[in-house]
Protein backbone atom coordinates (compact mmCIF):
# COMPACT_ATOMS: atom_id res chain seq x y z
CA UNK A 1 0.00 0.00 0.00
CA UNK A 2 1.40 3.22 -0.97
CA UNK A 3 1.04 6.90 0.96
CA UNK A 4 -0.08 9.07 -1.75
CA UNK A 5 -0.98 12.09 0.88
CA UNK A 6 0.01 13.51 4.14
CA UNK A 7 -2.34 15.49 5.63
CA UNK A 8 -1.02 17.37 8.86
CA UNK A 9 -3.35 18.33 11.67
CA UNK A 10 -3.78 19.10 15.35
CA UNK A 11 -4.90 16.68 17.85
CA UNK A 12 -7.66 17.59 19.28
CA UNK A 13 -10.93 15.30 18.59
CA UNK A 14 -12.06 18.36 16.80
CA UNK A 15 -9.52 18.34 14.42
CA UNK A 16 -8.54 14.98 13.88
CA UNK A 17 -12.37 15.20 12.79
CA UNK A 18 -12.57 17.77 10.20
CA UNK A 19 -9.04 16.26 9.05
CA UNK A 20 -11.15 13.12 8.59
CA UNK A 21 -13.35 14.95 6.78
CA UNK A 22 -10.65 16.21 4.33
CA UNK A 23 -9.14 12.34 3.95
CA UNK A 24 -12.47 11.48 3.03
CA UNK A 25 -13.20 14.24 0.34
CA UNK A 26 -10.19 13.58 -1.25
CA UNK A 27 -10.46 10.05 -1.26
CA UNK A 28 -14.24 10.76 -2.81
CA UNK A 29 -12.88 13.63 -5.28
CA UNK A 30 -9.61 11.09 -6.40
CA UNK A 31 -10.97 7.81 -6.24
CA UNK A 32 -8.05 7.22 -3.48
CA UNK A 33 -8.95 4.11 -0.51
CA UNK A 34 -8.70 5.51 3.51
CA UNK A 35 -5.41 3.96 3.73
CA UNK A 36 -4.05 6.44 1.13
CA UNK A 37 -4.35 9.39 2.89
CA UNK A 38 -2.55 9.40 6.20
CA UNK A 39 -2.57 12.13 8.89
CA UNK A 40 0.05 13.48 10.72
CA UNK A 41 -1.01 14.54 13.96
CA UNK A 42 1.33 17.53 14.83
CA UNK A 43 0.80 19.17 18.54
CA UNK A 44 1.06 23.32 18.38
CA UNK A 45 1.85 25.69 21.31
CA UNK A 46 -2.19 26.31 21.53
CA UNK A 47 -2.58 23.00 22.20
CA UNK A 48 0.12 22.45 25.18
CA UNK A 49 -0.42 25.72 27.16
CA UNK A 50 -3.79 25.64 28.53
CA UNK A 51 -4.03 28.07 32.05
CA UNK A 52 -3.71 31.31 30.04
CA UNK A 53 -5.89 33.62 27.57
CA UNK A 54 -4.26 33.09 24.42
CA UNK A 55 -3.62 36.53 23.29
CA UNK A 56 -1.48 36.45 27.07
CA UNK A 57 1.13 33.75 25.46
CA UNK A 58 2.55 36.08 22.80
CA UNK A 59 3.73 35.69 20.03
CA UNK A 60 1.59 35.00 17.32
CA UNK A 61 0.68 31.36 14.89
CA UNK A 62 -0.31 29.08 18.42
CA UNK A 63 -2.51 27.15 16.32
CA UNK A 64 -0.12 26.99 12.65
CA UNK A 65 3.10 27.28 13.54
CA UNK A 66 4.24 23.79 13.89
CA UNK A 67 1.74 22.20 11.16
CA UNK A 68 3.82 25.47 8.91
CA UNK A 69 7.07 23.76 9.89
CA UNK A 70 6.08 20.53 9.65
CA UNK A 71 4.91 21.69 5.98
CA UNK A 72 7.86 23.42 5.02
CA UNK A 73 10.26 20.97 6.44
CA UNK A 74 8.02 18.28 3.76
CA UNK A 75 6.92 16.37 6.81
CA UNK A 76 3.55 16.66 5.07
CA UNK A 77 2.05 17.88 2.11
CA UNK A 78 -0.84 19.54 3.26
CA UNK A 79 -2.16 20.94 6.56
CA UNK A 80 -5.93 21.04 7.68
CA UNK A 81 -6.62 24.20 9.76
CA UNK A 82 -9.93 26.07 11.18
CA UNK A 83 -9.54 28.80 9.11
CA UNK A 84 -10.71 30.72 12.17
CA UNK A 85 -7.64 29.75 13.61
CA UNK A 86 -5.49 31.07 10.68
CA UNK A 87 -3.32 34.08 11.22
CA UNK A 88 -4.32 37.16 8.74
CA UNK A 89 -0.92 36.94 7.74
CA UNK A 90 0.50 33.96 6.04
CA UNK A 91 3.96 32.84 5.43
CA UNK A 92 4.61 32.92 1.19
CA UNK A 93 6.21 30.20 1.41
CA UNK A 94 2.54 28.86 2.51
CA UNK A 95 -1.15 29.24 0.47
CA UNK A 96 -4.30 28.72 1.07
CA UNK A 97 -5.47 25.86 -1.23
CA UNK A 98 -9.21 24.99 -0.69
CA UNK A 99 -11.95 24.99 2.02
CA UNK A 100 -14.37 22.45 2.31
CA UNK A 101 -18.44 23.43 2.28
CA UNK A 102 -18.65 26.16 5.22
CA UNK A 103 -20.79 24.74 7.99
CA UNK A 104 -23.03 26.23 10.43
CA UNK A 105 -21.38 29.70 10.99
CA UNK A 106 -23.69 30.57 14.21
CA UNK A 107 -22.28 30.89 17.61
CA UNK A 108 -24.74 28.36 20.04
CA UNK A 109 -25.16 29.44 23.55
CA UNK A 110 -25.17 26.71 26.21
CA UNK A 111 -26.69 27.38 29.45
CA UNK A 112 -29.28 30.13 28.76
CA UNK A 113 -32.60 30.30 26.11
CA UNK A 114 -30.88 33.53 24.78
CA UNK A 115 -28.55 36.48 26.03
CA UNK A 116 -31.16 38.22 27.55
CA UNK A 117 -32.51 35.19 29.38
CA UNK A 118 -29.12 35.03 31.66
CA UNK A 119 -29.41 35.87 35.32
CA UNK A 120 -29.29 38.94 36.04
CA UNK A 121 -25.34 39.47 36.81
CA UNK A 122 -24.56 36.17 35.92
CA UNK A 123 -21.27 34.15 34.68
CA UNK A 124 -20.68 33.51 30.78
CA UNK A 125 -17.34 31.43 30.66
CA UNK A 126 -15.28 32.17 27.13
CA UNK A 127 -11.76 32.87 26.08
CA UNK A 128 -12.35 34.95 22.91
CA UNK A 129 -12.04 38.82 23.00
CA UNK A 130 -15.04 39.04 20.62
CA UNK A 131 -17.76 36.90 22.51
CA UNK A 132 -16.87 38.59 25.88
CA UNK A 133 -16.78 42.06 23.91
CA UNK A 134 -20.37 41.37 22.42
CA UNK A 135 -21.60 39.60 25.29
CA UNK A 136 -20.98 42.71 27.48
CA UNK A 137 -21.94 44.83 24.74
CA UNK A 138 -25.58 43.05 24.91
CA UNK A 139 -25.46 42.24 28.74
CA UNK A 140 -23.19 44.62 30.76
CA UNK A 141 -24.25 43.40 34.36
CA UNK A 142 -22.95 40.08 33.40
CA UNK A 143 -19.40 38.78 34.41
CA UNK A 144 -17.26 36.92 31.42
CA UNK A 145 -14.65 34.84 33.05
CA UNK A 146 -11.72 33.19 31.35
CA UNK A 147 -12.58 29.19 29.57
CA UNK A 148 -9.99 27.75 27.52
CA UNK A 149 -9.52 24.33 26.62
CA UNK A 150 -11.54 21.65 24.00
CA UNK A 151 -15.20 21.77 23.00
CA UNK A 152 -15.63 19.02 25.82
CA UNK A 153 -13.03 20.57 28.78
CA UNK A 154 -15.82 23.68 28.45
CA UNK A 155 -18.38 21.66 28.66
CA UNK A 156 -17.19 20.21 31.83
CA UNK A 157 -16.63 23.77 33.17
CA UNK A 158 -20.13 25.19 32.75
CA UNK A 159 -21.32 21.36 34.36
CA UNK A 160 -19.31 21.89 37.13
CA UNK A 161 -20.96 25.80 37.68
CA UNK A 162 -17.46 27.49 36.94
CA UNK A 163 -20.23 29.71 34.91
CA UNK A 164 -24.00 29.88 34.33
CA UNK A 165 -23.60 30.03 30.14
CA UNK A 166 -20.96 30.23 27.73
CA UNK A 167 -20.62 30.13 24.17
CA UNK A 168 -18.94 27.62 21.28
CA UNK A 169 -19.25 27.60 17.48
CA UNK A 170 -22.16 25.37 16.52
CA UNK A 171 -19.86 24.10 13.71
CA UNK A 172 -17.50 22.57 16.29
CA UNK A 173 -20.63 20.95 17.65
CA UNK A 174 -22.05 19.76 15.01
CA UNK A 175 -18.79 17.99 14.03
CA UNK A 176 -18.60 16.19 17.28
CA UNK A 177 -21.69 14.79 17.39
CA UNK A 178 -23.41 17.47 19.61
CA UNK A 179 -26.10 18.66 17.26
CA UNK A 180 -28.27 19.05 20.32
CA UNK A 181 -25.93 20.84 22.71
CA UNK A 182 -27.61 24.96 23.15
CA UNK A 183 -29.68 27.39 21.37
CA UNK A 184 -28.01 28.96 18.31
CA UNK A 185 -28.09 32.53 18.10
CA UNK A 186 -29.03 34.30 15.24
CA UNK A 187 -26.49 36.15 13.27
CA UNK A 188 -28.53 39.56 13.67
CA UNK A 189 -27.85 39.18 17.28
CA UNK A 190 -24.28 37.96 17.61
CA UNK A 191 -22.34 38.15 14.40
CA UNK A 192 -19.73 35.33 13.85
CA UNK A 193 -16.13 35.31 13.86
CA UNK A 194 -14.40 35.89 10.55
CA UNK A 195 -13.86 32.19 8.61
CA UNK A 196 -16.02 30.97 11.79
CA UNK A 197 -17.41 27.09 10.32
CA UNK A 198 -14.63 26.92 7.41
CA UNK A 199 -11.97 24.08 7.06
CA UNK A 200 -9.02 25.49 5.48
CA UNK A 201 -6.19 23.19 3.51
CA UNK A 202 -2.52 24.58 3.17
CA UNK A 203 0.18 23.44 0.89
CA UNK A 204 3.49 24.79 -0.31
CA UNK A 205 3.37 27.85 -2.25
CA UNK A 206 5.51 25.61 -4.47
CA UNK A 207 3.71 22.52 -5.06
CA UNK A 208 1.95 22.38 -7.44
CA UNK A 209 1.03 19.03 -7.64
CA UNK A 210 -0.36 18.97 -3.63
CA UNK A 211 -2.46 22.16 -4.59
CA UNK A 212 -4.14 20.09 -7.82
CA UNK A 213 -4.75 17.28 -5.62
CA UNK A 214 -6.73 20.15 -2.99
CA UNK A 215 -8.10 22.03 -5.41
CA UNK A 216 -10.54 19.40 -6.44
CA UNK A 217 -12.29 19.39 -3.21
CA UNK A 218 -12.86 23.33 -2.74
CA UNK A 219 -16.26 24.89 -2.47
CA UNK A 220 -15.66 28.07 -4.18
CA UNK A 221 -18.61 29.75 -2.51
CA UNK A 222 -16.54 29.21 0.61
CA UNK A 223 -13.47 30.18 -0.12
CA UNK A 224 -14.83 33.84 -1.70
CA UNK A 225 -16.71 34.50 1.54
CA UNK A 226 -13.65 33.24 3.73
CA UNK A 227 -10.99 35.45 1.85
CA UNK A 228 -13.38 38.27 1.87
CA UNK A 229 -13.49 38.19 5.84
CA UNK A 230 -10.18 37.71 5.77
CA UNK A 231 -9.47 40.60 4.00
CA UNK A 232 -11.74 42.57 6.25
CA UNK A 233 -9.17 41.36 8.98
CA UNK A 234 -5.97 42.38 6.86
CA UNK A 235 -7.78 45.95 6.12
CA UNK A 236 -7.55 46.12 10.07
CA UNK A 237 -3.89 45.22 10.99
CA UNK A 238 -6.51 42.49 13.18
CA UNK A 239 -5.72 38.65 13.90
CA UNK A 240 -8.29 36.06 15.84
CA UNK A 241 -7.77 37.49 18.79
CA UNK A 242 -9.35 40.92 17.72
CA UNK A 243 -12.90 41.88 19.31
CA UNK A 244 -13.99 41.48 15.73
CA UNK A 245 -17.17 40.12 13.64
CA UNK A 246 -17.20 39.71 10.11
CA UNK A 247 -19.46 37.60 7.47
CA UNK A 248 -19.93 37.46 4.21
CA UNK A 249 -22.65 35.65 1.88
CA UNK A 250 -22.29 35.16 -2.12
CA UNK A 251 -25.42 35.69 -4.10
CA UNK A 252 -24.92 34.96 -7.52
CA UNK A 253 -21.38 37.04 -8.06
CA UNK A 254 -22.26 39.19 -5.65
CA UNK A 255 -20.52 39.46 -2.64
CA UNK A 256 -22.11 41.13 0.83
CA UNK A 257 -20.39 41.47 3.71
CA UNK A 258 -21.40 42.65 7.64
CA UNK A 259 -18.95 43.14 10.07
CA UNK A 260 -19.08 44.52 13.73
CA UNK A 261 -15.83 45.81 15.83
CA UNK A 262 -16.28 46.70 19.74
CA UNK A 263 -14.36 48.12 22.62
CA UNK A 264 -13.01 44.60 24.69
CA UNK A 265 -15.48 45.82 27.52
CA UNK A 266 -18.43 46.02 25.43
CA UNK A 267 -18.63 50.29 26.22
CA UNK A 268 -18.93 50.99 22.57
CA UNK A 269 -18.95 49.47 18.93
CA UNK A 270 -19.43 50.09 15.24
CA UNK A 271 -20.95 48.11 12.88
CA UNK A 272 -21.69 48.22 8.86
CA UNK A 273 -22.34 46.33 5.84
CA UNK A 274 -20.96 46.54 1.91
CA UNK A 275 -21.34 44.45 -0.79
CA UNK A 276 -19.56 44.50 -4.71
CA UNK A 277 -18.37 41.64 -7.16
CA UNK A 278 -14.43 41.74 -5.74
CA UNK A 279 -14.44 40.38 -1.89
CA UNK A 280 -10.91 42.08 -1.17
CA UNK A 281 -12.01 45.18 -2.45
CA UNK A 282 -15.52 45.13 -0.40
CA UNK A 283 -13.71 44.08 2.72
CA UNK A 284 -11.15 47.12 2.33
CA UNK A 285 -14.22 49.59 1.34
CA UNK A 286 -15.93 48.14 4.65
CA UNK A 287 -13.05 48.42 6.90
CA UNK A 288 -12.19 51.93 6.54
CA UNK A 289 -15.77 52.88 6.67
CA UNK A 290 -15.52 51.14 10.02
CA UNK A 291 -12.91 52.84 11.51
CA UNK A 292 -14.07 56.26 10.27
CA UNK A 293 -17.20 55.82 12.24
CA UNK A 294 -15.61 53.98 15.23
CA UNK A 295 -15.61 55.69 18.11
CA UNK A 296 -11.84 56.49 19.85
CA UNK A 297 -12.08 53.32 22.23
CA UNK A 298 -12.69 51.06 19.62
CA UNK A 299 -10.48 52.59 16.44
CA UNK A 300 -7.45 52.63 19.14
CA UNK A 301 -7.59 48.57 18.56
CA UNK A 302 -6.58 48.72 15.31
CA UNK A 303 -3.23 50.07 13.51
CA UNK A 304 -4.22 49.12 9.90
N1 LIG B 1 -10.95 29.02 18.55
C1 LIG B 1 -11.24 27.64 18.70
C2 LIG B 1 -12.07 27.10 17.59
N2 LIG B 1 -11.63 27.12 16.32
C3 LIG B 1 -12.61 26.60 15.52
C4 LIG B 1 -13.68 26.25 16.33
C5 LIG B 1 -14.95 25.68 15.89
C6 LIG B 1 -15.07 25.29 14.44
C7 LIG B 1 -15.18 26.43 13.49
O1 LIG B 1 -15.57 27.57 13.85
O2 LIG B 1 -14.87 26.20 12.31
C8 LIG B 1 -13.33 26.55 17.64
C9 LIG B 1 -14.15 26.33 18.85
C10 LIG B 1 -15.19 27.37 19.11
O3 LIG B 1 -14.98 28.56 18.77
O4 LIG B 1 -16.22 27.04 19.67
Known amino acids: MAIRFRLG ?7 LTQAGM ?5 CAAHGWREDEVTLVVIRTTGDRVQDRALAEIGGKALWTKELDRALLDREIDAA ?10 RPPAIRIAAMLPRADVRDRLIGAETIAAIVAGGTVGTS ?9 RLRPDLNVVLFRGNVDTR ?4 AAGEADA ?5 AGLDRLGREGIGRAIPTDVMLPAPAQGA ?11 AAMVVAAIDDPATSACVLAERAFLA ?4 DCHSPVAALAGLSGEMLSLRAELIAEDGSAGVEGAGEGTDGSVVAAELAADLLARAPDVVRRLFQP
Open 22 to 26: VRDAL
Open 155 to 158: LAKL
Open 128 to 136: SPRRRAQVL
Open 9 to 15: TRGSPLA
Open 80 to 89: VHSMKDVETI
Open 199 to 209: VGIEVRSDDEG
Open 166 to 170: TLLAA
Open 235 to 238: ALGA
